[in-house]
């Protein structure tokens, strides 16, 4: 099925069963529809874990484009905060495809807590003021075949701080995508 018949399929059960599928504009307005400890509870979440707007904060992501088979590539993750007033936090993220068969942060600053799960890093960089920037580097070796190697990188802003790195992790939207060709 097609995109456009998807989406016309969603909207018509959406419509039977009575609901909508946009999402409300704000928290203000899902806490104007929800009830009232409902409403508390979403406005404290809104408020803990509200994200700047992506234009003060900037993330690049540097990697090599080719490897040899049974080698390594190496990202080099450069997060600043541009302009935003403040101590900020911000979860760093990685997914790396099935062609690698092991990940490890090689390194970063100490303000910097990183875990690493399988294919999988999470990082948290605890100190960004405005002006400050940090850089992560991060290797995956590769498998011994030929193909693409596809690594996608994800970060979220908040400046709460007591906020954990798994809740800040699952609120991730924007990511960037690192292909390097397997030789």
Do not use: E
Request: hydrophobic share 45%.
């Amino acid at each position: 099925m097609s995109y456009l018949p998807k989406r016309l399929a969603a909207a018509a059960l959406a419509a039977a069963a009575g609901g909508t599928l946009l999402v409300p504009a704000s928290p203000a307005a899902a806490a104007a529809a929800a009830p009232p400890a409902a409403a508390r509870a979403a406005t404290a979440a809104a408020a803990r874990t509200a994200a700047a707007p992506p234009r003060n904060f900037r993330y690049d992501v540097y990697f090599p484009k080719y490897t040899h088979r049974g080698g390594y590539l190496t990202y080099t993750v450069k997060v600043r905060n541009k302009s935003a007033k403040g101590q900020h936090y911000m979860a760093l993220t990685g997914d790396f495809s099935r062609a690698f068969r092991a990940v490890k942060v090689i390194d970063k600053p100490r303000s910097v807590k990183c875990s690493t799960r399988g294919r999988s890093v999470r990082c948290l960089v605890t100190s960004l003021d405005k002006g400050d920037s940090t850089t992560v580097k991060i290797r995956g070796w590769v498998v011994r075949r030929r193909g693409t190697a596809v690594a996608k990188f994800g970060a979220a802003v908040t400046s709460d701080r007591h906020v954990s790195l798994g809740a800040l992790a699952k609120t991730v939207r924007s990511r960037v995508t690192a292909k390097s060709k397997v030789r």
